[in-house]
């Protein structure tokens, strides 16, 4: 027989122990509730610690700023007098297709013109022009100025009396091929004292481009979806939450790495066995150094370092170093100036300083500065720009 208490409660029934059911969903609140109080702490931490940060979408183009080239070895150039945003920056580009200011069609006497000659990382994806390294080098010339890569203090040189111009004429995604016959269509107008050219590794050895109707790129030489990786949720909780964006970002990196290696080699191979891309890219060096031979111009070549997978601070240790000596002793051998920028890039001590944004190792600011300078120290070097008048 139950017993009860005055107030006519079972005792028996009051002790008896919650379902498991309710325990369950009990302990499914608390966890729960412990995971959203961890993740908004975790959320807070890296908003103040700028990690997961959304990077700016630095390869994103207007399709109006391109046009079809009437060169079809050329394909497509920047569409002259388009004027907005083009990969990551605001863009404006001149009558001769060339992301700069109007060139004068005279040439004053005491006006020395380089011209920078080469693909995205001349053009300057993800920076405003003035951050290219062609305008640092310009002002760097103008005012008689050397610097240590590091950027450290300024060392004051006699001012040239010489008035100096580096004109941009990057275009992302061009090769070798295609900056020859842009530059062709340069050499009268522009008319340069010098080009700078910036070879990349990786881009230089073909044309990898078309140009759509709707005034896109896409790629040819290899399927674009091999190279994207879609992470679950990325257009929705990857808008708004760091955390996310962090973990997304690095399971990518991950499922891509092989990929990219496996390309990387594929390309490089091209180089060690003289494969017909890099039969083609050193037809065109040749006939840029034909062309500028008979103007008159000098002719230099540098090669911007390729992003490596781990840090690597000494020359000897960079995995495509020996793919730089084959581009390098071609063009040495054919009377092409080397300009050495290797080392100030490698010795710089925080390597994502360089990139132009977390995810994309296009040079930023401070890279293209670091280049800048180290151009200055070589263009002196090999006596190719007056010191002074």
């Known amino acids: 027989m139950e017993s009860s208490d005055p107030a006519g409660i079972s005792i028996e029934s009051a002790s008896l122990p919650p379902s498991p059911w309710k325990r369950l969903g009990v302990n499914l609140l608390v966890a729960a509730i412990s995971l959203t109080l961890t993740f908004l702490i975790l959320e807070a931490g890296f908003r103040l610690a700028g990690i997961g940060r959304p990077s700016a979408p630095v390869l994103a183009y207007d399709p109006r700023g391109l046009a079809a080239d009437p060169n079809p070895e050329v394909v497509f150039m920047l569409r002259p007098g388009f004027e907005g945003a083009m990969w990551g920056a605001p863009a404006r580009f001149n009558r001769f297709a060339m992301r700069d200011d109007d060139i004068a069609s005279d040439k004053a006497p005491d006006e020395f013109r380089i011209l920078a000659l080469g693909d995205s990382m001349t053009y300057g994806v993800g920076v405003r022009l003035e951050q290219t390294f062609a305008k640092v080098l310009e002002r760097c010339l103008?005012?008689?100025k050397s610097q240590k890569n590091e950027g450290a203090r300024a060392t004051e040189q006699p001012g040239p009396r010489r008035r100096f111009h580096v004109y941009n004429a990057g275009v992302p995604a061009y090769d070798t091929g295609q900056e020859y016959h842009f530059l062709t269509r340069l050499i009268e107008p522009v008319k340069p004292d010098l080009v700078v050219l910036n070879f990349t590794l990786s881009n230089d050895y073909e044309t990898p481009y078309r140009l759509l109707p709707n005034g896109a790129l896409e790629p040819t030489a290899i399927r674009q979806e091999s190279y994207s990786v879609r992470?679950?949720?990325?257009?929705?909780?990857?808008?708004?939450?760091y955390v996310y964006r962090f973990f997304a970002e690095r399971i990518r990196r991950r499922i891509l790495a092989p990929r990219t290696r496996d390309l990387i080699q594929t390309i490089f191979q091209?180089?060690?066995?003289?494969?017909?891309?890099?039969r083609r890219c050193k037809d065109s060096l040749r006939s840029m150094k034909t062309l500028l031979d008979g103007r008159g111009a000098g002719f230099a070549v540098f090669l911007y370092p390729e992003p490596t997978e781990k840090p690597v601070r000494r020359r000897e240790d960079y995995e495509y170093?020996?793919?730089?000596q084959i581009v390098e002793r071609f063009c040495r051998e054919n009377g092409i100036v080397v300009l050495d920028v290797l080392d100030d890039i490698l010795t710089y001590p925080s390597k994502r300083d360089l990139f132009v944004t977390p995810t994309d190792a296009h040079p930023s600011p401070l890279a293209h500065e670091i280049v800048a300078r180290a151009l200055l120290r070589e263009l002196r070097r090999y006596q190719l720009v007056p010191l002074s008048q």
């Open 142 to 144: 103008n005012e008689g």
């Open 231 to 241: 992470v679950p949720l990325e257009r929705s909780v990857g808008r708004i939450s």
């Open 270 to 278: 091209t180089y060690r066995e003289d494969e017909e891309g890099w």
């Open 321 to 324: 170093l020996e793919i730089r």
